[in-house]
Each structure stands twice: as structure tokens, then as C-alpha cells.
């Protein structure tokens, strides 16, 4: 069954497309991961343009944000504080990467950065999570892990506009906090992500919150810079298929059920490696179509998008 995306300006399969949510949402709740970064590079490989990928991708990271936030609130594992200042920052790079959004696609450059930005991310974080694993599994398996000098960011602790965060028991500085949550906006506006896999190392390693209120803070902080995020793609670049994006999130609210019961079949390090091995295959991928000759050498279209 074939259904006309208008956004897009092409027909697609609803099953493909009910299916590849399906695929997401169960690696979603097998990981513990929104999954944006693995459906915008999917998208693009069936052949919807990357802006559209990235810009409907934020309906189906909200949709998952909010059920996750909801979790948490009723466990009471979110600072709320934090995620205010997380907030400001993360409004103000999505913002200012919505307006580099549309710069680079006035200039027809937008397709090649965001497969650019894909390529670079999923092959550092892919290529560090396998390390990471494979330690991991030595040392479940009787090695030796050496031994990890902790760090107390001195330099952190020295920063002004120092403020108390009393359900994380922190007194830091609100510049860092802010400076992530910039950093997650603006790739949210790019990359059509969360931004979920960057905020929460940041949280643990670099602003030393406590394990059990960073996923809840996290998901509180993606909610609304995604939301905002996906309102201006729609105003500004008119990049959002809500008929795509609808179908996406039916396939990944089922597909995530039944990923979270796979996920307590395996070890934590298995799943860390499988996931790793997915990003660097789809790094791969990109980086290959960027490198070869592409099928259709001349194409025309609207490089700025019409009223």
C-alpha cells in the first residue's frame, strides 16, 4: 500500500515505513536510546531528503521523550532546576541551529553536512562504545580492567554564577549546564536527534549529577527543546511530514514494548556492543554514498523552499 508524502513529494510503502518505526522503537527500548540518530540516516536511505528526515525525526523524539518523561516525574527522579537551566541553553541552540539550518539550505548544503555530521558522530561514539564493550566483556570474563583516574574538575568548581542544586546535592557554576544544553539544541536542530546520547555523558562526567536523576532531567530537557525544535523546522525550513511522522511514531510506541523485554534477556555489555556495531555499519554506509557516484548525476530542484 503506497501512500503520497507531501513534504517529502514522494510515494512510499506505509508498511516499509510502519516497519522501519517498528525497527527503531525496538532498538529504542532495547538500548535505552531515542533512537533519532539511527532513523534520520534510515530515512535517508530510502530516499527522503535529509532535511525532511531530520526535521520529521523530532515528532517521533518527542513522542518518546514525553512517555519517558512521564516515567520518571511519577518516580520523582527529575531535577527540575537543572533542567531549567539545561532548557535555557538548549532553546538558544535550537535556535541558532535552526537558523544555520536554513543558511546551509539556501546554499543547497544542507544534505551534505547533515550526512557529513552523521558520518563523524556515529563513527566516534560507535568506535568508543565498542572499546568500552570489549573491556567490558574481558572483564566479565575474568580480565583485569585498569584501573580509571577520577577526575574533580577543579576548573568547573572555579566558574562564577554559582547556583545549588538541591535534588542533584550540586553547587556549581550554571555556565556548563548551560554550554551542554547549547551544545544538544543545536545538534537537535541539525541532526534531528534528541541529543539524549551526548547530554547524559555530559551530565554524569562532566557536571557530576547523580545516575538516578540524569536520564529522568534529560528527558525532561529533550521534551521541549525537540518540540520547539520541530515547530520552527515546520515554520522556518517546512521540513516536517506530519503524515511520515505519524506513521513513525505508531511503529516505534509498538516496536519499543517489545524491545524493552529483549533487553532483559542480554547483558548490558552485549548490548552495548550490538548497538556500537549498528552505528559504525551505518557510518559506513553514509560514508560510502558520500565517496561513490551517485545513480543520478544532474537533478533540479527549489534550493529555497516556496511560501
Do not use: C
Not at 539511527?38 to 518518546?64: D, R
Not at 538548549?90 to 553536512?113: E, H, N, P
Not at 506530519?242 to 513513525?248: N, Q, R
Not at 548490558?268 to 556500537?276: D, I, M, P, S, Y
Amino acid at each position: 500500500m503506497q501512500i503520497y508524502l507531501p513534504i517529502a513529494e514522494m510515494p512510499v510503502s506505509v508498511l516499509t515505513i510502519l516497519a522501519m518505526g517498528v525497527a527503531i522503537g525496538f532498538l529504542s527500548g532495547m538500548f535505552g536510546v531515542g533512537g533519532g540518530f539511527l532513523m534520520t540516516p534510515l530515512l535517508i536511505f530510502l530516499g527522503i531528503p535529509p532535511a525532511v528526515a531530520v526535521g520529521t525525526q523530532t515528532t517521533q523524539v518527542v513522542a518518546s521523550s514525553v512517555t519517558g518523561a512521564l516515567a520518571h516525574f511519577t518516580r520523582k527522579s527529575i531535577d527540575f532546576k537543572m533542567g531549567a537551566v539545561l532548557l535555557a541553553g538548549g532553546v538558544a541552540g535550537s535556535i541558532s541551529g535552526i537558523f544555520l539550518f536554513k543558511a546551509l539550505s539556501r546554499m543547497g548544503q544542507i544534505d551534505l553536512v547533515i550526512s557529513l555530521v552523521y558520518v563523524v558522530f556515529l563513527s566516534v561514539i560507535g568506535a568508543m562504545m565498542m572499546v568500552e564493550s570489549v573491556r567490558a566483556i574481558r572483564a566479565a570474563r575474568g580480565g583485569a580492567l585498569p584501573a580509571r583516574r577520577g577526575g574533580h574538575h577543579n576548573w568547573i568548581h572555579g566558574l562564577p554564577f554559582k547556583m545549588r542544586f538541591r535534588r542533584s546535592k550540586l553547587y556549581i557554576s550554571v555556565i556548563p549546564p548551560i554550554l551542554v544544553g547549547y551544545f544538544v539544541g543545536t545538534l537537535s536542530a541539525i541532526m534531528g536527534v534528541g541529543g539524549g546520547f551526548i547530554m547524559i555523558p555530559a551530565m554524569i562526567y562532566l557536571l557530576r549529577m547523580p545516575t538516578n536523576v540524569v536520564i529522568g532531567t534529560s528527558f525532561f530537557q529533550i521534551v521541549f527543546v525537540t518540540a520547539l525544535t520541530g515547530v520552527m523546522h515546520a515554520y522556518t525550513n517546512f521540513a516536517v511530514d506530519i503524515v511520515l511522522g505519524f506513521l513513525l511514531v505508531i511503529g516505534g510506541v509498538v516496536g519499543a514494548q517489545y524491545g524493552v523485554r529483549a533487553a532483559e534477556r542480554l547483558p548490558a555489555e552485549q548490548l552495548r556492543a550490538l548497538l556500537a556495531a549498528i552505528l559504525l555499519l551505518i557510518s559506513l554506509r553514509l560514508g560510502y554514498e558520500l565517496v561513490t557516484t551517485p545513480a543520478d548525476l544532474y537533478s533540479v530542484v527549489d534550493v529555497v523552499p516556496h511560501r
